[in-house]
């Protein structure tokens, strides 16, 4: 998120850092059958996403953003979890968030206010890539307490932005103008995943079900089962300004109608899973397949996703937008990993595969960087960037997993 915002000021907040540190997430990933053939394939690209876009010396990648660098690390973590390997396991250490997360733990000094900048959607992104971090240091028996310290420090200073403006939800920044969809999702995702993660510290699991009811209870999802990008702050309803809003793209960087109804379908989703977890109600599930399905049948072009500005002519979205559909995809793997179900599974298989096909065949040029276009062959509209070849790298990944490990 771009927004002039003001600098948030931390606050100390209620949740201790006595917890558990551990993931119990680990086990349960680690034991999925994973194919082979789409493992190479997601090692191919991640090689060349860390070699081509990578930069040593600033920790960060060319042309991303703190939250689309989140996601790639989140990706490359996520494939040496699959894996099993280590090729990449300085990557965490050597990025920005890695140093900054490091230089809170041994030197006490926090930077994670002033690099936030108040926008509490890109700060929850920033969470899910410490603990995916966290997992796997954990998994190889190395100490993950910098980034756990750092996720507790960024999650309170989330929690704060909580108030009761429309009953309830977090602000989309310090600006405290906008209640959205995006950042809710998340607050209920991140907060599950805490429930999970740190059962002793109940913070998590009173949030994720207040998140829950509150997005349950909001006009933020439509008749379609779609989520629109949020509310009219003043009336609390649905800003269903979604195209309009669109064509402020240069004003607001990101893009309403494409996040809203890629980004936050897989967040949402997820989110659910984990509460899942929790409170074992099956209800849940049933609900995030309401927003998958409406998705895929909604938001794809012969079976693959393409968001509202793909275009396989002409480039059309901005370098936000081109990481949507890789971040719905790795969502969906979540979502999977929480239901823990072989019906729900099985489900989702064909479409899972599908993904990583338009990925590979339409996607991927001979360099094996991936480009923003999936749905077809690109006539020049694929835009390739580090954030665009992170989301074909997670496509990869969740279909080693969950698709049916047939050669695409
Ligand atoms: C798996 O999900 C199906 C619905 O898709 C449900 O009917 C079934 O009870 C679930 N199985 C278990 C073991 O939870």
């Known amino acids: 998120m771009k927004t002039a915002a003001s600098l948030a000021v931390p606050l100390v907040f209620a949740l201790s850092a006595a917890a558990s540190p551990s993931p119990v997430d680990t086990t349960h990933q680690l034991s999925a059958r994973q194919c082979a053939s789409s493992l190479d394939i997601a090692n191919t690209i991640a090689t060349r996403l860390q070699d081509n876009y990578f930069n040593i010396i600033t920790g960060e990648y ?5 939250w689309t660098d989140a996601n790639n690390i989140e990706n490359i973590h ?12 300085d990557l965490a250490d050597n990025s920005y968030l890695g140093r900054t997360a490091n230089l809170e733990y041994d030197l006490g000094i926090s930077l994670w206010s002033d690099i936030l900048g108040g926008s509490w959607d890109d700060a929850q992104w920033i969470i899910l890539a410490l603990w995916k971090i ?7 028996g190395d100490s993950n307490d910098a980034y756990l310290q750092s996720a ?20 989309w920044s310090s600006a405290d103008n906008y209640k959205n969809s995006v950042t809710n999702e998340l607050f209920l995702l991140v907060s599950a995943v805490g429930a999970i993660n740190f059962p002793s510290n109940t913070a998590f699991l009173t949030n994720a079900k207040k998140a829950q009811a509150w997005i349950a209870s909001s006009a ?3 008749s379609q089962n779609l989520f629109n990008d949020g509310l009219v702050t003043a009336t609390c309803a649905n800003n269903g300004q979604t195209v309009w809003i669109y064509n ?7 893009p309403f109608v494409a996040f809203v109804l890629i980004v936050p379908q897989g967040a949402i989703a997820a989110g659910l899973g984990a509460l899942y977890v929790s409170t074992g109600d099956e209800s849940l599930l049933t609900e995030a397949e309401l927003t998958l399905d409406a998705t895929i049948a909604h938001l794809t072009q012969g079976g693959i996703l393409k968001e509202s500005c793909d275009d396989a002519v002409s480039p059309n979205c901005n370098s936000d937008q081109v990481a949507f559909k890789g971040i719905f995809m790795k969502h969906l793997q979540y979502y999977l990993d929480r239901a823990n179900n072989a019906t729900r599974t099985a489900k989702y298989a064909g479409f899972i595969h599908a993904q990583a096909s338009g990925v590979y065949h339409y996607g ?6 991936i ?30 997993k969950y698709g049916p490990c047939e050669s695409l």
Not at 62 to 66: D, I, N, P, T, V
Not at 78 to 89: E, I
Not at 364 to 369: A, C
Not at 371 to 398: C, M, N, R, T
Request: with cysteine; glycine share 14%.
């Open 62 to 66: 060319s042309g991303g953003e703190h």
């Open 78 to 89: 996520n494939l040496m979890l699959a894996t099993g390997q280590d090729q990449w396991s």
């Open 134 to 140: 966290a997992d796997y240091k954990a998994a190889r």
């Open 152 to 171: 507790l420090t960024i999650y309170s200073l989330v929690e704060a932005a909580w108030d009761n403006t429309c009953g309830g939800g977090v602000w």
């Open 220 to 222: 933020l999802r439509n």
């Open 248 to 254: 402020q793209v240069g004003v607001i960087r990101r």
């Open 364 to 369: 991927t040029d001979s360099s094996s960087d």
């Open 371 to 400: 480009g923003s276009v999936w749905y077809a062959p690109s006539q020049g509209g694929s835009i390739f960037d580090s954030a665009s070849s992170g989301s074909g790298l997670a496509a990869h990944i969740v279909n080693a």
